[in-house]
């Protein structure tokens, strides 16, 4: 089998497994509109891009938390490697199903080396073996090679082995390195690499997604991936997508008392601060206190109902799942006013209560030691959070259409690696994406917990 069609039958087939675009589902509304809405937002380019972005952020937060939790020896350290060999599951499905077993067999092979590679290594971490961490070390270089050799055949040149090669030196160091902060206690080195790597994967998801509607344009009906609406939509996946897996996370070490808390707290935060500064960078600081203010008040009904648990007070549990309830109202609301209706209240209040119960239901189970319920929880959480990031950014490009230009497609491939740099020219959205935050993020939700005595 050529290893051009198995690259492309990789991400034609994604799309299967991610929800997308659609706005029902109690992720939006399906108006007059909704054509034009999901026009520039919802092609076969961009379905390819924002399926390659939560797959692949997916196995850079996957992979930093099962490391952590193997080094730790977490009693839950099955599940989190079970959560991360299940993305892969994903990735090799999606070849099985066009290709059949034995080219699926082929991908899963090349992918899950890496993964094996990165167990190599904090096994040896956890038993002080240094020549088994150097074997490790030279095993991931070996795979580096070929990984990178297989992504120039596989675009015929449109992502050369030597570009290929700098972004997976940046993709291995970032994981190994954060795995490395966190074994010597600098967890806010440790947090702050696992978003980088996070953010670099959606970089890379983009790179790819380029090469590859360039090389096979009619698959996708000549759609561009790396368009300002396109953009937008996989600004918004990855910071939701991102929340998701990192307050899953915070929450389990809030309810843990770990020593990693507060940093993994920072990184949620930080998460939250990267819509914040875009109000107010625009609005000003009143409005971006505004936000802050709306922001906080659904943070703390998060932390009521983690403290509440820690003290085993279920009508203190049953109080902040009310206020959460009367915020969702509220929230959809705002959403509704904020996008002319484009985004519907009553669908919006399904959807959001849709993702409140994955967190809860995924804190619920980690404390009650379910771990397998736990992480099914979390990455459906990860999954749900493309819904609304295709239904907002298809209401905020229908709303403000002169932001929102098509490109041309590039004419040359990025000669960045694997993530690129960022153009501040792809940015022009971000005042439009700071206003509607400010009238209230409908399906997003943050945690700063409390740390448990």
């Known amino acids: 089998m050529k290893l051009n069609k198995l690259l492309v039958a ?10 997308t675009a659609a706005l029902a589902d109690g992720h939006g509304a399906h108006s007059s509109n909704e054509a034009s809405m999901e026009s520039s937002t919802a092609t076969p380019a961009a379905e390819l891009r924002i399926a390659l972005d939560t797959v692949l952020t997916e196995h850079a937060f996957l992979a930093v938390e099962a490391m952590r939790k193997g080094v730790d020896g977490a009693e839950d350290f099955d599940q989190a490697s079970g959560a991360l060999l299940a993305n ?4 090799k499905a999606a070849v099985a199903s066009v290709y059949g077993e034995e080219g699926a067999a082929q991908f899963d092979e090349i992918w899950k080396s890496h993964i094996g590679y990165f167990v190599d290594y904090v096994t040896a971490t956890a038993k002080e073996d240094q020549a088994g961490k150097d074997k490790a070390l030279a095993d991931l270089e070996e795979y580096k090679k070929t990984q990178s050799e297989f992504f120039d055949t596989a675009t015929e ?28 206690g600098d967890f806010e080195t440790a947090y702050g690499l696992e ?29 561009n991936p790396d368009t300002p609406a396109v953009d937008l939509r996989a600004q918004l996946n990855m910071t939701f997508t991102e929340h998701a897996g990192l307050a899953a996370m915070a929450m389990q070490d809030g309810a843990d008392g770990a020593e990693s808390f507060d940093q993994a707290s920072a990184a949620l935060i930080a998460n939250a601060d990267d819509l914040s500064a875009a109000v107010a960078s625009v609005y000003g600081e009143e409005a971006g206190a505004q936000f802050s203010e709306i922001w906080k008040s659904h943070i703390g009904y998060f932390v009521d109902y983690v403290v509440a648990t820690g003290e085993g007070n279920a009508e203190g549990q049953e109080k902040a799942k ?15 006013a904020a996008t002319e209706g484009r985004v519907p209240a009553d669908a919006l209040e399904e959807g959001l209560t849709a993702h409140v119960d994955q967190l809860l239901v995924a804190f619920d189970s980690y404390v009650a030691g ?20 295709a239904g907002l950014s298809a209401a905020i490009v229908d709303q403000f259409p002169d932001q929102f230009g098509e490109a041309a497609m590039p004419s040359e491939m990025p000669k960045t690696g694997m993530g690129g740099t960022a153009d501040e020219s792809s940015m022009p959205f971000m005042w439009i994406l700071g206003g509607l935050m400010l009238a209230g993020l409908a399906t997003t939700i943050g945690l700063r917990a409390r740390k448990q005595n």
């Open 10 to 19: 990789l991400p034609l087939t994604l799309s299967l497994l991610v929800p």
């Open 88 to 91: 892969a599951d994903d990735l």
């Open 157 to 184: 040149g449109r992502l050369p082995a030597a570009a290929v090669q700098e972004g997976l030196d940046m993709h291995v160091d970032q994981l190994v390195k954060a795995f490395d902060a966190y074994v010597a």
């Open 195 to 223: 978003r980088e790597s996070i953010h670099h994967m959606s970089m890379f998801a983009e790179t790819l997604s380029i090469a590859i509607t360039d090389q096979f344009p009619e698959k996708f009906d000549n759609t």
């Open 322 to 336: 009310a206020d959460l309830d009367e915020y969702i109202k509220e929230q959809a609301a705002l959403l509704d």
């Open 370 to 389: 379910d771990y397998d319920t736990a992480y099914n929880s979390i990455r459906e959480a990860y999954a749900h959070m493309t819904m609304p990031a």
